[in-house]
């Protein structure tokens, strides 16, 4: 019978180490992911500022664009001037889905 009782003992200590050691691995778990989720928003953060660099860039790109396009109407080049307002159209829609793109990503990222 003591035997017995001694068996269920170390049994039970057993069981609770196993469960130790489940809930220890199940917290290494939770820290993964959480390690896993902060790389992804340093990510998203790092693509927003690739996003910023980019708008500058066209930004810069539009001003030059407006200065070819104010040279094409003193030289009245029709051809010239309407090619160049045709980049400006695409420039500008190019620019408004670029901001689109900023606004979600801010919206993902900060809320």
Known sequence: ???????????LLLL???LLLLL???????????LLLMLLLLLLLQLLL???QLLILLLLLLLLLLLLLAAAAATASTTLLLLLLLLLLLLLL?????????????AAIFT
Request: proline letters at 0%; glycine letters at 0%.
């Open 1 to 11: 019978m003591r035997l017995f009782l001694l068996l269920l003992q170390l049994l």
């Open 16 to 18: 609770l180490l196993l």
């Open 24 to 34: 220890l691995l199940l917290l290494l778990l939770l820290l993964l992911m959480l």
């Open 50 to 52: 690739l996003l910023q």
């Open 94 to 106: 190019l620019l408004l889905l670029l901001l689109l793109l900023l606004l979600l990503l801010d």
